[in-house]
Nanobody, 124 residues
Framework: QVQLVESGGGLVQAGGSLRLSCAAS????????MGWFRQAPGKEREFVAA????????YYADSVKGRFTISRDNAKNTVYLQMNSLRPEDTAVYYC?????????????????WGQGTQVTVSS
């Protein structure tokens, strides 16, 4: 089993920044790729960013490329999502997830374990 706990969400004005954290426990975190997804009200969950086990391979959705940065600290069992230049359309519940494999995946169906989510609200 893997437990994932997100934190760092909140209310921010457009153009502002937030850093989300996802703390993992229950298995050897450093072996596994991780992903961030988001779900806005009335919309399907969508891929945001993913990182492989070592942190040297990254992948982003086009909508966040150049604004968001995914990273990880395996010593702290934590993955981060630095979000800059936030827009109202970034408003959503953000989830971290893992698929218990070493690589990168962008489909939510590939992920087995999910956190409870953290709300990000960007005001205009």
């Amino acid at each position: 089993q893997v437990q994932l706990v997100e934190s760092g969400g909140g209310l921010v004005q457009a153009g502002g920044s937030l850093r989300l954290s996802c703390a993992a426990s229950g298995r050897t975190f450093s072996y596994y790729g991780m992903g961030w997804f988001r779900q806005a009200p009335g919309k399907e969950r969508e891929f945001v960013a993913a990182i492989n086990w070592s942190g040297d391979s990254l992948y982003y959705a086009d909508s966040v490329k150049g604004r968001f940065t995914i990273s990880r600290d395996n010593a702290k069992n934590t993955v981060y999502l630095q979000m800059n230049s936030l827009r109202p359309e970034d408003t959503a519940v953000y989830y971290c997830a893992t698929h218990l494999a070493s690589g990168i995946y962008a489909r939510s169906n590939d992920y087995s374990y999910w956190g409870q989510g953290t709300q990000v609200t960007v005001s205009s």
